[in-house]
Nanobody
Framework: QVQLVESGGGSVQAGGSLRLSCAAS????????ERWYRQAPGKQRELVAG???????NYADSVKGRFTISRDNAKKLVFLQMNSLNPEDTAVYYC??????????????WGQGTQVTVSS
């Protein structure tokens, strides 16, 4: 079955950087749009950044200029480079992707999440 696995989370001081990765595995025909979401304690999950298969990107206003989403289609990887982190970026970060499986419909898949903690 299809799986998305995030890595790269951790603890960092304000002003620091982290790079998240999300690897897709399993039998699939194509990976279309991919996104990073985050959810802070007591808050709703929010979209952080998205990228289409051809590389068109979009960002939440709160991360524009600080975060960069990218992907490697051949390796089925999506990345989130996070710079100038601040405590408000503390959250569990989730990878989400629209995937078409062999013989199945295209649907969204989620990773298990990776914790990012930014201390002041």
């Amino acid at each position: 079955q299809v799986q998305l696995v995030e890595s790269g989370g951790g603890s960092v001081q304000a002003g620091g950087s982290l790079r998240l990765s999300c690897a897709a595995s399993g039998w699939m025909f194509s990976i279309d749009d991919e996104r990073w979401y985050r959810q802070a304690p007591g808050k709703q999950r929010e979209l952080v950044a998205g990228i289409t298969r051809d590389g068109t990107t979009n960002y939440a206003d709160s991360v524009k200029g600080r975060f960069t989403i990218s992907r490697d289609n051949a390796k089925k990887l999506v990345f989130l480079q996070m710079n100038s982190l601040n405590p408000e970026d503390t959250a569990v970060y989730y990878c989400n992707a629209d995937i078409m499986t062999l013989g199945g419909p295209r649907r969204g898949y989620w990773g298990q999440g990776t914790q990012v903690t930014v201390s002041s």
